[in-house]
């Protein structure tokens, strides 16, 4: 995806609501998705997969969403807390590669 | 579990010195990647090692960057005759043999060249 370089988007939410972050992918063809939370000097961690033959996967308070034909990701995170304050970025993967694209992120800030 | 771990942590240098970044994928992860990560930018490829197979080296910036995985397991990243511009985190991360599988990162390296 394209570098917003030190700007990423803001998404400033309530602790305790719902807190939705999107992703525009960029391969059609891609088939195999995650999310990643990436807090302040720690590696990326993962939070949740999805394949492209599901819609809609369910984890511990988060939500992944996939529309296929507007290569749309939305990750929903329930109940936000102030641990949740992180970049979160979406990476893909054609299953027939090994190489994935990564978005740039969306930080997260929890207001208490 | 045992996660991906790198070393060292943190690494100041400075210009024209050599460094080396290591990395220990989590055992039986045949697939190793590194990627670099500036400021506020997404996650840049660097190299591929998977198994025995010859490495994928087409994202090293430059002939200066250079990555060895001995034993099908720990890897090193070494960086020759360092620049500013390589102030950067250095992230790896290891995934199981098949595509379309999760990859799991370490901590970083968070490098900089004074």
């Known amino acids: 995806g394209e570098s917003v370089g030190l700007h990423l988007p803001t998404l400033s939410v309530q602790e305790g609501d719902n807190s939705i972050i999107n992703c525009a992918y960029s391969n059609s063809a891609s088939d195999y998705f995650i999310w990643y939370k990436q807090e302040s000097g720690k590696g990326p961690q993962f939070i949740i997969d999805i394949r492209s033959n599901m819609d809609k996967r369910q984890g511990q308070r988060v939500t992944v969403l996939l529309n296929k034909t507007v290569k749309h990701l939305s990750l929903q995170i329930a109940a936000t807390q102030p641990g949740d304050s992180a970049v979160y970025f979406c990476?893909?993967?054609?299953?027939?590669?090994?190489?994935?694209?990564f978005g740039t992120g969306t930080r997260l800030k929890v207001l208490a | 579990g045992a996660g991906v771990s790198q070393s060292p942590s943190n690494k100041v240098t400075e210009k024209g010195k050599d460094v080396e970044l290591r990395c220990d994928p989590i055992s039986g992860h045949t697939a190793l990647y590194w990627y670099r990560q500036s400021l506020g930018q997404g996650l840049e490829f660097l190299i591929y090692?998977?198994?025995?197979?010859?490495?994928?080296k087409s994202g090293l910036p430059s002939d200066r960057f250079s990555a060895e995985r001995t034993g099908g397991s720990v890897s090193t990243l070494t960086i020759q005759r360092t620049q500013q511009e390589d102030s950067a985190v250095y992230l790896c991360?290891?995934?199981?043999?098949?595509?379309?599988?999760?990859?799991?990162f370490g901590p970083g390296t968070r490098l900089l060249v004074l």
């Open positions: 990476a893909e993967n054609h299953s027939g590669t090994y190489k994935y694209i």
């Open positions: 090692f998977q198994g025995n197979s010859a490495p994928d």
């Open positions: 991360a290891s995934r199981t043999a098949g595509f379309g599988e999760t990859q799991y």
